[in-house]
């Protein structure tokens, strides 16, 4: 009788491990916020339930784009194998990955409509991005906003999947992924899925419409203290002329080559900037006689060296008062927002390797990976802040944290260090004990081995005070 105890009790012990102990915790944070349910009042694709409803589905697989699941078939050997993840979020278990593909399949263009309103509705309850700007509106401060494109390859076969821009690859098919990010929040203020053969150029106006919508940017006063950061791409005539028209501060490269290497011609004197990519040795200067907008602007000439000859480029702005090394800096800045943010997406979010043949199926996954995105963004702002304000004094928190050093300050420089893959892998993929009572986790006990879980550990205990989860590190 003792033995068979013995064995029952390891049992249950073995059930509570997780090995997203970690993300098990967040669960009530995400719960009270209302994330989910939203897309489960908004979202109704017509599939019929069994065991479990479309919106269901949904959720499960933002759950495992959160949980590092690169691809669908991910879901059944991460996500559907740990109870304890699946019960923190309300289900006894999970959905096979076949099932989710089914639904994924089912998606019409009404459902990506119907999931485009629902993010909306994330999006004005948890945003970090409308409050900055409303303060820049106060302040009269200008803010910066990143619009880009990036190839997606996919199936040749795949619906809307044709030869096109695809940097350092040839012969490619796939779809244009555009994106605006908001570089100081790096949030994820819209995406759009085009043909694989889309410029930049023409899918600037629908993009600058829809990011107007999440926005609510309804008159000039608003669009005039935002500043339109692009590349080339965008940079014709139409989209400089609409930009300005529509009372958008701009910087922008100009489209046309050879009308840049027309305009370099009447710089007056090349002063040395900062090298560009590769260490490439740059020049700049200001053109004289610029080209006409409509509206007065300062234009920028950069002459990179390249091959015994110069490779020439023109940057667009409505500063007219900062000087030529400012302009650079700012425009350079551009690789760091959405080029990284792309690339982050695809390391940690595995935002490339999911691939659907239905255009709208690839659409749906599209949105619930920026849903992923922004969730992430949104909770590392919730653990930096819960560490800011949280209401233990120092004393106290030394006491109680003594065997958590260092304090809150290294631990919100560290989660603010934290890139997509990183926050992914360090702060949701930690092994531990689980104990959840009728739906609701109660402790988490973290393994102690991983790398600055002490850090992370005080993040969590600030976060989750309010919730009354008990957090601490396992005994090994």
Same mark, same amino acid.
């Given at each position: ?97 076949? %099932? ?186 200001? %053109? ?189």
């Amino acid at each position: 009788m003792a033995k068979n105890k013995k064995q029952k009790n390891r049992k249950k012990k073995t059930n509570k491990n997780s090995a997203y102990a970690s993300l098990c915790a967040i669960a009530p944070v995400i719960k009270d916020k209302n994330v989910f349910d939203v897309i489960e009042q908004k979202v109704e694709i017509h599939q019929k339930k069994v065991e479990y409803s479309p919106t269901d589905k949904l959720v499960l697989m933002t759950l495992g784009i959160m949980s590092g699941c690169d691809v669908v078939f991910d879901i059944n050997r991460k996500l559907r194998v740990d109870r304890p993840l699946l019960r923190a979020f309300g289900y006894s278990k999970c959905a096979d990955q076949s %099932v989710i593909q089914d639904t994924l399949n089912a998606v019409t263009e009404e459902n990506v409509m119907q999931m485009e309103s629902a993010l909306k509705a994330i999006w004005d309850e948890n945003n970090l991005t409308v409050p900055i700007l409303q303060n820049a509106r106060i302040e009269g401060r200008i803010e910066t906003i990143d619009i880009d494109l990036s190839g997606m390859p996919s199936s040749k076969k795949s619906e809307c999947s044709t030869k096109g821009y695809f940097p350092e690859e040839k012969n490619i098919y796939g779809r244009q992924l555009a994106r605006i990010v908001f570089p100081k929040t790096q949030e994820i203020i819209s995406e759009s899925l085009y043909p694989g053969n889309k410029p930049s150029c023409k899918a600037f106006k629908p993009m600058i419409e829809k990011m107007e919508r999440i926005l609510n940017l309804t008159d000039k006063s608003q669009r005039g203290l935002i500043r339109l950061r692009l590349d080339a791409g965008f940079g014709t005539d139409e989209n400089v002329n609409y930009a300005l028209w529509k009372g958008y501060q701009l910087l922008t490269k100009m489209y046309s080559a050879k009308r840049a290497k027309s305009l370099s011609k009447s710089v007056t004197e090349w002063v040395d900037i900062s090298p560009g990519s590769g260490g490439k040795i740059r020049q700049a200067g200001w %053109v004289t006689k610029p080209h006409r907008y409509c509206k007065k602007t300062k234009q920028l000439a950069i002459r990179t060296h390249k091959d015994k000859q110069y490779q020439y480029s023109v940057i667009v702005t409505t500063d007219m008062d900062s000087d030529i090394q400012t302009i650079i800096d700012d425009y350079d800045g551009r690789s760091g927002v959405p080029e990284s943010s792309f690339c982050q997406d695809n390391q940690g979010l595995g935002n490339r390797k999911r691939r659907k043949r239905g255009f709208d199926s690839q659409r749906m996954l599209m949105l619930l990976t920026q849903l992923a995105h922004n969730l992430i963004r949104w909770i590392q702002n919730w653990m930096t802040s819960a560490l800011e304000q949280s209401e233990v004094d120092k004393s106290e928190a030394e006491e109680e944290l003594s065997s958590c050093k260092p304090h809150s300050e290294k631990a919100i420089k560290t989660l603010n260090e934290f890139g997509m893959k990183r926050f992914v892998r360090q702060v949701f993929c930690l092994t531990g004990k689980v104990k959840i009572k009728e739906g609701k986790v109660l402790s988490i006990a973290i393994n102690p081995l991983y790398p600055l879980v002490s850090r992370i550990i005080i993040a969590f205990k600030a976060l989750l005070k309010p919730y009354g989860i008990s957090v601490s590190l396992d005994e090994i």
